[in-house]
């Protein structure tokens, strides 16, 4: 039996504690802290938790005997709390982004193999039955070598949902919604796509003169090959319509999934394969949906880890990667020119202090407020 302690109880906590809750055989949680311990206490009563509450970390580390920690706090604070937590001999599980900048990504993976401890980075929509059913079919090449991908991270959020106090700044979100919500796309794209030779791309703010960041990236990425993928991070589609579509030699494939196959004819002009649809149709769906998705699936992949059970299907290195392809997009808006993979420590942006001091405040950030009255998440995505 796993103890498991949650360090941050905003917004993303109750999915952390759902997933826990999912799994009372294997695993219970034994606290909560956050520096605004009356949200702790709320959820505390809400989910009926027997737990202690901290108002900071370090406490929780002296006084209770934990194997786990989930880090739902900014990310400007993962850093630190995971380093902590990893050295206090305690697997981790974080946020996504996994931290603020590159430098303290490989400090966080440093920690990790020093204590020999597992560090895996929430990307929940890995473990969805569509992604897992799509990276198979990819995986079987019957579409030929990927000549172009599509990305389309689309997103809504109003004006106010940059009214927290540190959403919207590069200081403490690390980024906009590049950063902090096509991330899942992004991770999703690298897993199954790999990460590209180079980056070129713009980010604008157009919607929220509330936030220093951007509500709207465009990154074109280039591969060795010659192949082009385009990645639209957005913060202002209405209808958060979301999709990622693989268009290779022989056939383009999606999710949403949607199946499409050509031949050509003699004139060039295509002609429908059907016999291709149907066997990339029969992959697709002739696979096992997977028993728990989303969090409770991610939980369930680190605490079997943990317990030698399974590989760590994301770990500080994938994590890492993800992160990386985020910030080659933001130095190459910020920089404006392309930017060239991968990422060293001689780039510009590979530390915090290097980020805040390249990057371009779209607006200023004013009146702020401490929590809203509501935390709850209307919207989880469409793919």
Same mark, same amino acid.
């Given at each position: ?29 034994? $606290? ?5 311990? %009356?949200? $702790? ?16 970390? !370090? ?5 209770? %005997? ?18 902590? @937590? ?19 990504? %490989?400090?966080?993976?440093? $920690?990790?193999? &020093? ?34 991908? =599509?990305?389309? @991270? ?34 999703? #794209? ?38 082009? $993928? ?16 693989? *268009? ?33 149709? %029969?992959?697709?769906?002739? =696979? ?9 699936? !991610? ?9 030698? &059970? ?10 890492? =990667? ?8 933001? *130095?190459?808006?910020?920089? &404006? =020119? ?7 420590? &001689?780039?510009? #942006? ?34």
């Amino acid at each position: 039996m796993l103890n498991v302690a949650i360090v941050g109880t905003g917004a993303i906590c109750p999915s952390h504690i759902k997933g826990y809750l999912t799994f009372p055989g294997k695993c219970r949680i034994v $606290a909560l802290c956050d520096i605004y311990p %009356d949200k $702790a206490e709320r959820l505390k009563e809400e989910f009926l938790l027997d737990v202690s509450i901290y108002d900071n970390y !370090q406490d929780l580390l002296k006084n209770e %005997d934990v194997d786990l920690i989930s880090i739902c706090t900014p990310p400007y604070t993962h850093s630190e709390i995971a380093i902590g @937590s990893l050295n206090a001999g305690k697997h981790v599980l974080v946020e996504k982004p996994m931290a603020s900048s590159l430098e303290e990504c %490989d400090s966080m993976n440093e $920690a990790a193999k &020093k204590n020999q401890k597992l560090l895996s980075v929430i990307a929940q929509n890995r473990f969805t039955t569509p992604m897992m059913n799509l990276k198979n079919v990819l995986d079987t090449e019957l579409i030929g070598n990927i000549l172009h991908t =599509q990305v389309d @991270s689309y997103w809504w959020r109003g004006h106010s949902y940059y009214d927290l106090w540190w959403r919207g700044t590069w200081e403490k979100e690390g980024g906009g919604c590049t950063l902090n919500h096509a991330v899942h796309h992004i991770d999703i #794209f690298q897993w199954m796509r790999g990460i590209p030779t180079e980056v070129t791309a713009v980010i604008s703010n157009t919607a929220h003169d509330n936030a220093e960041v951007e509500d709207i990236s465009i990154a074109i990425a280039r591969y060795a090959d010659g192949s082009l $993928a385009q990645i639209t991070s957005s913060v202002i589609h209405h209808g958060e319509e979301q999709q990622l579509i693989f *268009q290779g030699e022989k056939a383009r494939v999606s999710v949403p999934w949607k199946v499409k196959a050509s031949v050509s004819k003699e004139n060039g002009f295509p002609e429908e394969n059907s016999e291709l649809e149907q066997k990339l149709t %029969d992959v697709y769906e002739n =696979q096992s949906a997977l028993v728990y998705e989303g969090h409770p699936g !991610q939980i369930n992949n680190m605490i079997n880890a943990i317990n030698n &059970k399974e590989p760590l299907l994301v770990d500080g290195i994938q994590g890492r =990667q993800t992160l990386e392809l985020i910030t080659a997009i933001y *130095q190459s808006a910020n920089l &404006k =020119q392309t930017v060239s993979l991968p990422l060293t420590e &001689k780039s510009p #942006f590979y530390t915090r202090k290097g980020i805040l001091s390249s990057v371009n405040h779209f607006h200023e950030k004013g009146k702020s407020v401490e929590n809203f009255s509501s935390n709850n998440i209307t919207t989880g995505g469409n793919y």
